[in-house]
């Protein structure tokens, strides 16, 4: 059964956890990021001076943002944040965001001609095809 756009729109952001990033202040401009090689629009990026309010959303479905946040305070305490920073960059909490698409390995393709670095090229599983990236701040995404 083929999904509407909004219907697959729900489905991607649905499936998607919050990424976390380690730093929106590093020489990587994170909007550009999302936009170029993701596909998405940013739609809010406000410095709200205790932090950054950092949300996208897919073209098409401009009404479901994706929140991009940074561990810390007020959420978390410096220590707690450093903690989950700590985790972040060795990989261990595992995908934080699940992306799908029609052609896995079209995206793959794509991707990789962007400069984009994959730990998993498109592999066949019982539920469909997948492959994973992790990007500059240890955030692994899968898609599907």
């Known amino acids: 059964m083929r999904l509407s756009p909004a219907e697959d729109a729900n489905r991607r952001l649905l499936r998607a956890r919050d990424a976390i990033d380690r730093h929106f202040a590093e020489p990587l401009d994170i ?64 995908v934080v965001c699940v992306l799908t698409t029609d052609d896995c390995h079209k995206a793959f393709a794509q991707l990789s001609a962007q400069g984009v670095e994959f730990t998993q090229e498109p592999t066949e599983q019982p539920y469909g095809i997948n492959c994973t990236l992790r990007d500059p701040f240890g955030n692994q995404i899968r898609i599907n």
Do not use: I, Y
């Open 31 to 94: 909007p550009a990021l999302a936009r170029v090689a993701l596909g998405f629009e940013v739609t809010n990026d406000v410095d709200m001076g205790f932090t950054r309010w950092l949300t996208v959303a897919l073209p098409h479905d401009p009404d479901r943002h994706l929140l991009l946040e940074v561990p810390g305070p007020p959420a978390l305490s410096e220590e707690v944040a450093g903690q989950v920073r700590d985790v972040l960059t060795k990989g261990a909490l595992g």
